[in-house]
């Protein structure tokens, strides 16, 4: 099993920025991807962005030029640089990290954060 444990959620006006950290427990299985997922009032869960352990990176359209996800291997952490916020931005985030083995994803979560753009 791997614990994530987020950190930096919060309220904040439009156009500004705030920064996620999310540590998982340990090193190993489960880290080959880091990343973000968003989940807003009766939406569904979607991805933000993620990084590989390689450093490749992917993200949703929405947060393309604003949004930077990265990864210190070394602390088994990964990073969201949120900037230019947006209402539509508001969210409960999710850090996720994944794996495969087998032919199957395993998917770890973290407990999620709170993200609110708001004047």
Known sequence: QVQLVESGGGLVQPGGSLRLSCAASRSGFGLNVMGWYRQAPGEQRELVAHVTSGGS????????????????????????????????????????????AGGYRYDYWGQGTQVTVSS
């Open 57 to 100: 990176t992917n993200y949703a359209d929405s947060v393309k030029g604003r949004f930077t996800v990265s990864r210190d291997n070394a602390k088994n952490t990964v990073y969201l640089q949120m900037n230019s916020l947006k209402p539509e931005d508001t969210a409960i985030y999710y850090c996720n990290a994944h794996d495969w």
